[in-house]
C-alpha cells in the first residue's frame, strides 16, 4: 500500500508559476509510475502529465505541453509538477497517481490504470 499526499497549489495570477508536490509514504514509490490529473468544477478529471518509474520518459496532455514540466526525485520519494504561465483555465484540484511497474514501462496516461491516488491539493489562477 502506498499513500500520496498532494500539496503545493494555491491562488495565483495568470502568468504565475508554482510547483506541486507528490511525496509517498514508501520506498518502493522509485519502482512506480507517476501520474498528474486535474479536475476542474463541473467537469471530468482529465489526464495532465506522467512519469515512469525511472524518470527517463514523460507525457503530457497537449493543453500543458510546454508549460508543464513532471519529474521525480525518487531519493526523496516525491514526484513534482512544476507549471509555467498559468492560466484560469488551469484551475483544478490536481491529483497525483501511481502504480508499480516494470522498469522499462512507459509513462501512463489513462487513469483507470493508477493503483494509488492521493487526495488532491487545489490550483487557481485568477485573471
Known amino acids: 500500500q502506498v499513500q500520496l499526499v498532494e500539496s503545493g497549489g494555491e491562488l495565483v495570477q495568470a502568468g504565475d508559476s508554482l510547483r506541486l508536490s507528490c511525496a509517498a509514504s514508501?520506498?518502493?514509490?522509485?519502482?512506480?509510475?507517476v501520474g498528474w490529473f486535474r479536475q476542474a468544477p463541473g467537469q471530468e478529471r482529465e489526464f495532465v502529465a506522467a512519469?515512469?518509474?525511472?524518470?527517463?520518459?514523460?507525457n503530457y496532455a497537449d493543453s500543458v505541453r510546454g508549460r508543464f514540466t513532471v519529474s521525480r526525485d525518487n531519493a526523496k520519494n516525491t514526484v513534482y509538477l512544476h507549471m509555467a504561465s498559468l492560466r484560469p483555465e488551469d484551475t483544478a484540484i490536481y491529483y497525483c497517481?501511481?502504480?508499480?511497474?516494470?522498469?522499462?514501462?512507459?509513462?501512463?496516461?489513462?487513469?483507470?490504470?493508477?493503483?494509488?491516488w492521493g487526495q488532491g491539493t487545489q490550483v487557481t489562477v485568477s485573471s
Open positions: 497517481s501511481s502504480k508499480r511497474t516494470i522498469l522499462t514501462f512507459p509513462p501512463i496516461v489513462e487513469a483507470g490504470s493508477y493503483a494509488y
Open positions: 512519469i515512469s518509474r525511472s524518470g527517463g520518459s514523460t
Open positions: 514508501r520506498r518502493a514509490f522509485s519502482e512506480h509510475a
